[in-house]
């Protein structure tokens, strides 16, 4: 993985966000959006995957849209993300957009690192992911979701459900005492993943 930093790379508080080139392309504008919300007393370190699909995903599960099957890379990429949290003076957040969201939610319940998840419009239609959820332990204290509200009005049948599985996901971790939000955005999955992005990172961050 190539990794960027953003932000003051002297803060205590870390946002992690698995990007591809297109979350690049937009990152300096989210940075900016996150530091007039909430301050510059962050550091964000993207770290560029190589196989969106196969890096990301937690298990195999077949293609929804093309013919590109997801991989089961995210263990592994896991372990490179935590060579990045080992400073027990700073709080980690993870986040990211898509299938960086689901990874995001994903980690949380593989580790007790981070401080908060911020899955801005996760892939949460992804195959058995919210019977994972309903039957393991998540280890955070924060998490942020979001969805845009013409995300599940689709003719694709597994991503038409995704409106469905984030409130099934957002009922499952507020019910385990956890701090938790589901935020409604305007627009389908494609609009404005850096402005999104920012404000699961932001809310994370403030929400106390």
Request: charged residues 25%; contains cysteine.
């Amino acid at each position: 993985m190539t990794r960027f930093e953003y932000g003051n790379p002297e803060s205590s508080n870390v946002l992690i966000q698995m990007v591809d080139d297109h979350d690049l392309s937009v990152i300096e504008n989210e940075v900016e959006t996150i530091i007039e919300k909430a301050g510059n007393d962050f550091c964000l370190v993207a770290l560029k995957v190589d196989d969106w699909n196969h890096d990301l995903s937690p298990w195999t599960a077949p293609a929804v849209f093309g013919n590109e099957a997801f991989g089961e890379g995210a263990e592994e990429t896991l372990s490179k993300v935590l060579a990045e949290v080992t400073d027990s003076g700073k709080r980690y957040y993870i986040g990211g957009y898509s299938l960086a969201g689901l990874f995001a939610l994903w980690a949380a319940f593989q580790t007790d690192k981070f401080e908060g998840v911020a899955a801005a419009s996760p892939s949460i239609w992804f195959p058995g992911f919210v019977d994972y959820m309903r039957n393991n332990q998540i280890y955070t204290r924060k998490v942020y979701l979001s969805l845009g509200d013409r995300e599940e009005k689709t003719r694709n049948p597994v991503m038409a459900s995704v409106g469905d599985r984030i409130r099934a996901a957002y009922e499952i971790v507020r019910k385990r005492g956890i701090a938790c939000t589901l935020e409604w955005n305007k627009g389908n999955h494609f609009k404005d993943a850096d402005i999104r992005t920012a404000a699961a990172f932001v809310w994370v961050m403030k929400e106390q």
